[in-house]
Every structure is written in C-alpha cells, then in structure tokens.
Nanobody, 115 residues
Framework: QVQVAESGGGSVRAGGSMRLSCTASGSMFDPDVMAWYRQAPGKQRELVATIPSLGSIVYADSVKGRFTISRDNAKNTVYLQMNSLKPEETAVYLC?????????WGQGTQVTVSS
C-alpha cells in the first residue's frame, strides 16, 4: 500500500506563511493526482488544491492568489505554499495521492493560525 506522509504544519500568526510537504513513498509510484484537502472541526473536508500529472492545477476559490501547489515528480512530493494565512483557515490539512484510481491518504498535519 502506498504510504503518504505530510509535514510542515504548526502554528503561525495571521498573515504569516507556511509550506506543507507531502510525500508518497516508493520511487516506483507515479501518482496520477496529488492534492491537498483541509478539514476544520465541525466542517466538511474541502479541496484546497489539486495537481495532476497531466492537466490543470485547480485551487479552491478562497485560496487563489495566496496558495501555490507544486509537485516534484522525481521525489513523489507535493508542496503547498500558503501565504497570508487567516485564522479561519485553521484546520487539519490532508494530502492524498491517487494511484490507479485508488486514493491514499496521509494522517494529516495540523495548521493553526492565530489572530
């Protein structure tokens, strides 16, 4: 089974920046899609950004212009650069890798944005 692991979470003040990393293990794997989701307490999980191996990057409207997703295919790693963070964006950020139509999820990394 593909292993997915996120890192880079923590606490930051409003207006600050943070970069998250997500790595899918195994050099033999080439995920079709890698994406970032987030889930705040009491709220549904929502897509933040997705980056397919082929195709267009998609961002949630709320993060356009502030967040940037990128991918290092050689390392099976996806990054999420988050700028101008807002307190309401406090959530567990989860990464998923899609391989042969199967979704593999990381455990998530907590991002806390303080006012």
């Amino acid at each position: 089974q593909v292993q997915v692991a996120e890192s880079g979470g923590g606490s930051v003040r409003a207006g600050g920046s943070m970069r998250l990393s997500c790595t899918a293990s195994g050099s033999m794997f080439d995920p079709d899609v890698m994406a970032w989701y987030r889930q705040a307490p009491g709220k549904q999980r929502e897509l933040v950004a997705t980056i397919p191996s082929l195709g267009s990057i998609v961002y949630a409207d709320s993060v356009k212009g502030r967040f940037t997703i990128s991918r290092d295919n050689a390392k099976n790693t996806v990054y999420l650069q988050m700028n101008s963070l807002k307190p309401e964006e406090t959530a567990v950020y989860l990464c998923t890798a899609v391989v042969s139509f199967k979704h593999y999820w990381g455990q998530g990394t907590q991002v806390t944005v303080s006012s």
